[in-house]
């Protein structure tokens, strides 16, 4: 279970962008803002930075998450992964009724991968000097 | 040849990527629209959101491949991968001429895309419960 | 040593990332750019723009990086992505200052990308064909 843990996370990490992508399709359709555009109505903006929010923290969050279980650290690295998928669901969820309500979910998740870097940066500091 | 059939997908997903980089830096210059605005022409808009849509894609499809190729299907996972690889070429291709036609190639690669995360799943839960 | 330099241009990476992130909150707090717009301010769209430009060179460059080390170049990969890393750097700083500017840093990254991605393109074949 636990050398899987890690696999999870990037599963759930999956799903979680794979959502924001349909939450910005959908929102799309919904309020009539054609492709290309990327304005014309304020739902569609939300969704649309949603999921732009969550692309920009995946393209951190995965690398992060990879020298953390590089380094030695599966299960405590997985566990704060799990903690950041749970903030980003929330300030996903959050941000999509009110942007000013996104901060919770993205302090949560800032701490989860703040979590995960220390544990990779302990982990290659570690193997670079103690070896 | 099969083993390394994964790697011959994420460098097609790379030259992918860098071919949308490109028509952008190219519509950018061709329609006059001076960084960092992203807009003033249909043209560089087209070109600038075919560029988001591969990047959000491969935000995706990189991941799943990883997991499909860690729990065993480096042949169909990569095979689904030269299916998601040929779909967002097409959909590119497509949405540069006219946003209308990009539905064809979007559907091709979002099938070859559902292949991997089935695989992916698959293998994980097999290895969660079965070991 | 050169076993884990892959894994510290990785950490750069992630923070590089880390910092244009960084610079695009403080740019939408500093000149009052309020979520989700993204346009409003030449100096937030500039922030706005680093960061959108760094995340889709990292979506382009840390493939081509795994590409290379996997097929046997870690230490030459890796002083590659450094080189890499710091154009990005130097892209990042000069286009917050001016546009105009960040064409020398953008090289020197280019640069480090594509003798990376030449490396993996030689290590691939390689593999393909002698075995």
Do not use: C
């Amino acid at each position: 279970m636990t050398q899987h843990l890690p696999a999870i996370v990037v599963l759930l990490t999956i799903l979680l962008q794979f959502g924001t992508v349909w939450a910005t399709g959908h929102a799309r359709e919904k309020y009539g803002v054609k492709a290309p555009a990327i304005s014309g109505h304020p739902g569609f903006e939300r969704a649309w930075r949603v999921q732009m929010n969550t692309l920009e923290s995946t393209a951190i969050f995965l690398p992060t998450l990879w020298l953390a279980v590089q380094y030695g650290f599966s299960l405590w690295g997985g566990l704060a992964g799990l903690v950041w998928v749970f903030g980003r669901v929330w300030y996903a969820v959050a941000y999509l009724k009110d942007p000013a309500k996104r901060g919770p979910g993205y302090m949560v998740s800032s701490a989860g991968w703040g979590v995960v870097l220390v544990l990779g940066v302990v982990g290659l500091v570690r193997a670079l000097f103690i070896g």
